[in-house]
């Protein structure tokens, strides 16, 4: 066996990590920039053989509360597994290495472990570590204007862009703005946290608690260029354009949106307008199940579950957007 241990990542590390990184995780060039590593409140753990690190992993901790559509109260406190990336070059040392530093995650009290965005090729690991992949909890919505692309992204055949851009002429999005009811903002104020409290409780089974300190810091990072709206009729939205360097891929993301049903179906015709404006490839979000119907009105027609990696003990249907987890930190 191997010997690898598992340790907490020192500053005198960041730039051994960096290089690490833009080699192992080439997938995403941005990781090597270090924009991110040191802007991110996360804890960060590296699996080390003979004095060298052969893989990486963050936890981001955030606190989901449950609403009023399921029968539990109280605060879950969450720590996302992100950007796991291991040394290819062996493979005991691979499997050891990741072994680790899942195992150190599940056990980085009180937080409890799970993953988001989980593909099929780590399914079978987290089902015999114990979890469950939730398919029920949260969908991806997108609209694809140049779909071949993305349809890459997505492996999915090229064949399907004839339907989807008839599909795009059959569900036309209206980008008809309200301005009386829409406002560009550059920051939260403490005194709306429970507005969006109020919201998100009345709408979702177990959600990502959103307060100005936890927006503010998510607007802050760097290399990003955020648009916020908000809405007359309790409710904001936030997105960007996003460019997967490696893929040329250019899409728009929305980041998080709260609100109403009347708010949240005008601050989507924002972001559809801002599609166009742009030129970009599509736009695509994260949002409950449960949100299929007005993100299909919007003209984001096209959904699929985003399976999540779940304690089994949790029963409710968790809300997530792009600004839980580590969603939108990579392009």
Not at 79 to 94: F, H, N
Not at 213 to 220: A, D, G, H, P, V
Not at 292 to 303: F, N, P, Q, V, W
């Amino acid at each position: 066996m191997a010997e690898v241990e598992i340790l907490e990542l020192k500053d005198s590390q960041i730039n051994e990590l960096l290089l690490f990184l833009t080699k192992w995780g080439s997938d995403h060039p941005e990781l090597g920039d270090g924009h991110i590593l040191r802007w991110q409140k996360c804890h960060r753990f590296v699996a080390s053989h003979e004095g060298k690190i052969v893989g990486y992993i963050g936890q981001i901790p955030h606190d989901f509360k449950y609403g009023k559509l399921f029968d539990n109260k109280g605060i879950e406190h969450i720590g996302w597994g992100v950007t796991l990336v291991l040394d290819l070059s062996d493979d005991t040392i691979r499997k050891e290495a990741g072994r680790g530093l899942l195992n150190r995650c599940e056990h980085n009290d009180p937080l409890l472990f799970s993953g988001v965005g989980i593909v099929p090729a780590i399914e079978e690991p987290y089902k015999r570590r114990g979890y469950e992949i939730r398919r029920d909890c949260t969908k991806m919505y997108s609209r694809f204007i140049k779909p071949s692309k993305a349809l890459r992204y997505l492996g999915k055949s090229i064949y399907y862009a004839p339907l989807i851009k008839l599909a795009n002429f059959k569900y036309r999005p209206s980008t008809e703005i309200r301005d009386d009811k829409i406002k560009k903002i550059e920051y939260f104020k403490p005194e709306w946290d429970n507005l969006w409290d109020s919201i998100l409780y009345d709408q979702y089974e177990l959600f990502g608690i959103r307060n100005a300190e936890f927006l503010n810091y998510k607007l802050k990072q760097p290399k990003r260029g955020y648009h916020v709206y908000t809405h007359s009729d309790s409710g904001y939205i936030i997105f960007r354009n996003a460019e997967h360097r490696k893929r040329d891929l250019k899409l728009v993301k929305i980041c998080d949106l709260v609100g109403t049903e009347t708010a949240k179906r005008d601050l989507l015709r924002v972001s559809m307008k801002f599609l166009y404006e742009q030129r970009a490839y599509g736009i695509v979000a994260l949002a409950a199940a449960s949100d299929e119907e007005i993100y299909r009105k919007a003209g984001l027609y096209i959904s699929k579950p985003y399976p999540m990696a779940l304690q089994k003990r949790i029963k409710a249907k968790m809300h997530i957007t792009f600004f839980d987890s580590d969603l939108d930190n990579l392009w």
